[in-house]
């Protein structure tokens, strides 16, 4: 690529990160950072999470002077291998030679990135590095740095955050207080946690633009996928039935693909580039926990802020998503990992199983409503069974409007509203 072009363009990529974002929200996973490492860091997540703005903000907050280049800018699309000490370069003239820390953004985007990364770890420089594809990115650094990377796992906001962003008063208890909190989860419920969505009028524009980016450019493009349109309809069809079990076999047969193993591979591109996430069933047994698996969408601004939306509104299943990737942000802080549990086809699953090495640490279950006493004997009594064959005590009901703690069978159960569940003190 000319070099006096690719100046030109981290010259005014530049221009955008010179003045500081007073307005940035603070972001858990800011605490991750290993500023003085001689690791990469590296943060993955789902196009437009606020990757690139928590590095800036990281950075800027400790008064680092860093260079930054954006390599999913289209004028760079052309970008080889070769380039990238060319790159270096320009961007040594932008920043000065002294510079001691780099950002750049969507590595991913050129071939053969993992030997540019290790060459600058090697030279003593600190690198920040952002990626909206897990496997191609966990897979290069795990084979070409050796464990000497730091990874962070960056989602949309919380509802915590979201609040932070909106100014909600999460303190006060007047009723007008508390119906601004109210009216706010109910906004998050419908619109996610994308950060530049909060700003948008037009959301379903924006929601429609973010998932042809994905679908076209961080999978049909990059795993060369010749019918980008079965996999955009299969991406509508999951997020459609957003918190369901996964059937492969229906999948090939509904959507004319060769072969079960087609439909995994398609589902997988999916997962890679976080656009839904993946739940197994709990079990000691390997293929079943692969076999069983449920699927949830990154983010409830995808459900129905699209063209061919047509799932139905059951806030259950979008409270159900809420819960699941915010226990995904906790387990990531405790190195936890989260599953579902049914023992047997006629038995009532149990929606999340929080594990510690292998061991059952709480259950956590959802339901929208549980004021008749049909509904709150069934999802209790899941809690309850799944709770004496997992040996696990720590109970959880999240619902909708209530708090309180109920002796069901001489367990407790902590009955949490999910509001209240959601900006709980001490969780990310």
Known sequence: MDEKKLLQVLAEQKEEITAKHNSWVSRYEESLFELNSSLAQVVIGVRRSGKSTLCHKVLQDHGINYAYANLDDDR?????????????????????????????DEIQNVDGWHLFVNRLLRQGLHV????????LLSSELATHLTGRYNEIRLYPLSFTEYCAFHQVNLHDITTKAEAARKSAFLEYLQYGGFPELQSVSNKR??????????????IA????????????????????NSCQ??????????????????????????????LIGLLNKHSFKSKIRLRNNKAYVIDTGFITNRENALSQENLGWRLENVVYI???????????DVYYYKRSSQSKEVDFVVCRQGNAKELVQVAYEIESTKTFN???SALINASESLRCDNLTLVCFEESRDELVKGRTIRIRNALEWSLEPGKV
């Open 76 to 104: 760079l699309m052309s970008l080889t291998t070769e380039d990238l000490n060319t790159l270096l370069l320009c961007l040594y003239q932008l920043y000065g030679t002294d510079i001691q820390y780099i950002l750049l």
């Open 128 to 135: 920040f590095v952002t990626g909206s594809n897990a496997k």
């Open 205 to 218: 524009a924006y929601i429609q633009s973010l998932l042809d980016s994905i679908i076209l450019k961080d």
């Open 221 to 240: 493009g990059r795993f060369k996928i010749r019918h980008a349109e079965v996999l955009r309809t299969i991406a509508n069809h999951l997020i459609n």
């Open 245 to 274: 079990e996964t059937n492969y076999k229906s999948l090939a047969e509904n959507f004319g693909l060769s072969s079960t193993t087609t439909a995994i591979k398609y589902v997988d591109y999916l997962k890679q580039a976080f």
């Open 326 to 336: 915010e226990l995904l942000r906790r387990a990531a802080k405790e190195f936890d």
């Open 378 to 380: 069934r999802e209790t």
